[in-house]
């Protein structure tokens, strides 16, 4: 029978760890949280915000779902994005992509995936994402691999816009409030992020 046994017993020993390096390490936060940023990031198990970041517990925010998505009429996100901005005062979002991603490979091989015939949370979510991919899906690079790997930046990129439209974002920046927000993605061989974008301020429309 599989027990929860193992997951308790590595707790207990990281926060022995914690409180031998530092006995004052769960105080600081115990009674209210400060967090610098909010992570949007993919739910896959490999993208651990927090570790990859080296972010102890009270600095970051976290959201994380299939193939980071922002999608405006996800009330589990949007409520997440308002709570961040307004009563948390965050100052930075970060809305990471990771190479690899299973979200965005479904997305690519929906109409051949028995998700195009179902109706289901996770089949409109896979059929959102394969339109956010949009012309990008049209492009043919000189290996699967290449093809998925650049379909995630287009993913971040299109998640992105979404992000800086987003009306609690809006809502800060026309308010004077420091915000910034950056899309990356995670190379999983390396380990390391890279910036593909950044903004600062709402855009002034051509």
């Not at 031998?20 to 940023?37: C, G």
């Not at 990859?52 to 994380?64: A, D, I, K, Y």
């Not at 289901?120 to 979510?125: E, G, I, P, V």
């Amino acid at each position: 029978m599989t027990t929860l046994k193992p997951l308790l017993a590595k707790n207990r020993s990281w926060a022995l760890q914690r409180r031998e390096r530092n006995p004052d390490y769960f105080e600081k936060y115990l009674h209210q949280q400060k967090p610098h940023s909010l992570w949007i990031g993919c739910s896959d198990s490999r993208v651990p915000a927090e570790v990859l970041t080296g972010s102890h517990p009270g600095e970051l925010f976290v959201h994380r779902n299939i193939a980071n998505m922002v999608v405006d009429g996800d009330d589990n996100l949007m409520s997440v994005l308002q709570y961040a901005i307004i009563y948390l005062g965050v100052k930075r979002i970060v809305l990471c992509g990771h190479y690899g991603c299973g979200g965005v490979q479904a997305a690519i091989d929906l109409p051949q995936s028995p998700l195009a015939h179902e109706d289901s949370a996770l089949a409109r979510r896979i059929a959102a994402l394969r339109q956010a991919l949009g012309d990008g899906l049209s492009d043919e690079p000189q290996t699967a691999a290449e093809r998925l790997n650049r379909l995630v930046e287009v993913n971040v990129l299109a998640q992105f816009a979404c992000l800086a439209a987003a009306a609690p974002v809006r809502d800060a920046w026309r308010a004077g409030q420091t915000l910034d927000l950056f899309g990356c993605v995670y190379d999983l061989q390396s380990g390391h992020l890279k910036e593909l974008i950044q903004q600062s301020a709402e855009e002034s429309s051509p």
